[in-house]
């Protein structure tokens, strides 16, 4: 209901289906669902907020911008962000999860190993936006860069398991953990290579 009725688009451009509505009427919004509801009112926050929509709207390539853009506006993608960890909080230059950039067949892959928690959205997310430390021990990228790096991970490429519930606050919004070994390609970096 929320994303099909664009409760998830509020800080997507118009020109891909989103609202782009200013901080105040943003604030406006927020202030009247959580006054009803609370947990609805961080299920509709988050989106809006911080992870994919606007990580993608502020940095990412045209084609990531065509792609999710639209289906992040429409509701087909549900998004999730995770950054914190059970050793780091939401601190990403703490103990954060490592990714390496291999060469497999020709093509940059990262290999990682995620295990994050306290993720809003994660147990009904199909779009999860991960932060990783990414290593080039390989020197595979042309600057050699390496440090905080974000993903995209379309639930159904991945086998991540992200049906794990938390209930921390006892508020009932969708919240919960996200594991397991990703291998994905570069393309997938927001910004890309």
Known sequence: YLGKNKFLSFIIPEKYGGKNLSVSELSSILVK???QNPA?????????????????????????KDYYLPKLA??????????????????ALGSIDKGVLVKKDD????????NKRYITMAPVAN???????LEDPHNLLKEGVEGITLILVDKKECDVEINTHHNPLNIGFPNGTIKGEI??????????E
């Open 74 to 91: 429409n509701g087909d993608f549900i998004p999730c962000f995770g950054l914190t960890g059970p050793n780091n909080g939401s601190d």
């Open 107 to 114: 093509k940059l892959v990262i290999k990682t190993h995620v």
């Open 127 to 133: 779009l999860i936006g991960l932060a990783i430390h």
């Open 40 to 64: 609805l009112g961080v299920s509709v926050m988050v989106p809006n907020s911080l992870g994919p929509g606007e990580l993608i709207s502020e940095y990412g390539t045209q084609e990531q």
């Open 33 to 35: 669902i959580s006054s």
């Open 183 to 192: 291998e994905i390609s570069i393309d997938n970096v927001i910004g890309g």
